[in-house]
């Protein structure tokens, strides 16, 4: 004799199951999400760290053979610069390779010391949610997203009786819609 | 913790902090085509002879956007002088950490001439991207950005 499928509770156990497994990946989205949406604010990838210098007669100085490597003992700074460039007649750039950048400026006799650095996690985070991968994470992502189509939906089943879909709680789920229609109503039009 | 946690444990920071893993070079697209290089300084003094043609051009990255990394303007030959690389959004993405690398990029060659006003912003934006310092008054005639949209880049070390 066929078991009857008890739907109520197949549909409680897939919510939960599926949204153990969507938990990672909710947060990485969720948390680069904000990142990403201040991307005017800040630089959700990398932290640039500034600091300026005041060296006397560096027009001078720049000049002679051993600049380079005197700039960076100066500096205390190690390594090798790998690239140098004149952006405009006072402004000198100079990158090593330790992802930094000495912007030097012969009139103002000053050197800004620009530092570079991935920011951790949150730039990996950034390189899924943008889908910089491409390839096969395209298609994973597409299959994450109808996994959180299901547990939204499956959520609209989960209650029963007084605090249920039927009952005034569902006028969240109708919030939920008319919040994002008020804004593109008031911002789009 | 128990063995299995610390093994999870390790697995996710593991893939989750392999940033910028140094590579010798690196392909953008199609990755550059080294058969149609020009210099810099020669496709600004006539770019109309540049137009319709792939071109390719060599130069130190001294400037990367630093939003979606979708530009970098490449040192010329000459002092002073940059060209810019532009993709579109996501198309290639740039990243901060290659300011100094020699890149290669080819492509078609475009040309944006703008009016007196639109140059202004367009130079006080790109100072303010930069955090550059920037005095809209010094900019007194219009300006054409000339830019590669390229179809393949390669970022040396």
């Known amino acids: 004799m066929a078991k009857n499928i008890n739907w109520f509770r197949l549909n409680r156990n897939l919510h939960r199951d599926i949204g153990y497994f969507c938990v990672g990946l909710t947060l990485i989205f969720a948390i680069s999400g904000i990142a990403l949406n201040h991307v005017n604010d800040w630089d959700p990838n990398y932290q640039v760290t500034q600091t300026e210098h005041a060296i006397s007669n560096i027009a001078k100085k720049i000049n002679q053979d051993n600049f380079e490597p005197w700039l960076l003992k100066e500096l205390s700074l190690s390594g090798t610069v790998k690239a140098r460039f004149w952006q405009t007649p006072t402004t000198y750039k100079l990158f090593t390779k330790n992802n930094q950048t000495l912007i030097i400026n012969v009139a103002k006799n000053t050197v800004v010391l620009q530092q570079i650095s991935p920011r951790f996690l949150l730039k990996n985070f950034n390189f899924l949610h943008l889908n910089d991968a491409r390839s096969a994470w395209t298609y994973y992502s597409d299959f994450y997203a109808a996994l959180l189509i299901y547990l939204a939906l499956s959520a609209l089943f989960m209650v029963k009786g007084k605090k249920g879909i039927k009952s005034s709680r569902g006028l969240l789920v109708v919030a939920g819609f008319l919040i994002p229609a008020a804004f593109v109503f008031i911002y789009a039009y | ?157």
């Not at chain 2, 400037?63 to 690389?85: H, N, P, Y």
Request: charged letters at 20%; glycine letters at 6%; a positive charge.
């Open chain 2, 1 to 157: 913790m128990s063995g299995l946690k610390i093994i999870i444990v390790m697995i996710l920071s593991s893939i989750f902090s392999l940033t910028n893993t140094a590579h010798a070079e690196q392909n953008y697209g199609k990755g550059a085509d080294m058969k149609h290089l020009a210099e810099i300084s020669a496709i600004l003094a006539s770019p109309t002879k540049f137009m319709d043609t792939d071109v390719t051009v060599k130069g130190a990255i001294v400037k990367v956007c630093k939003k979606r990394g979708c530009w970098m303007e490449l040192a010329s030959d000459k002092k002073f002088q940059t060209l810019r690389i532009k993709v579109r959004d996501g198309d290639m993405v740039f990243p901060m950490t290659s300011l100094g690398k020699t890149a290669y990029a080819t492509g078609k060659l475009q040309a944006l001439p703008l009016d007196l006003a639109q140059s202004k912003k367009y130079l006080a934006y790109t100072a303010q991207e930069q955090q550059e310092e920037f005095d809209v008054n010094s900019v007194t005639e219009a300006i054409t950005v000339y830019q590669i949209s390229p179809t393949g880049v390669t970022i040396n070390d």
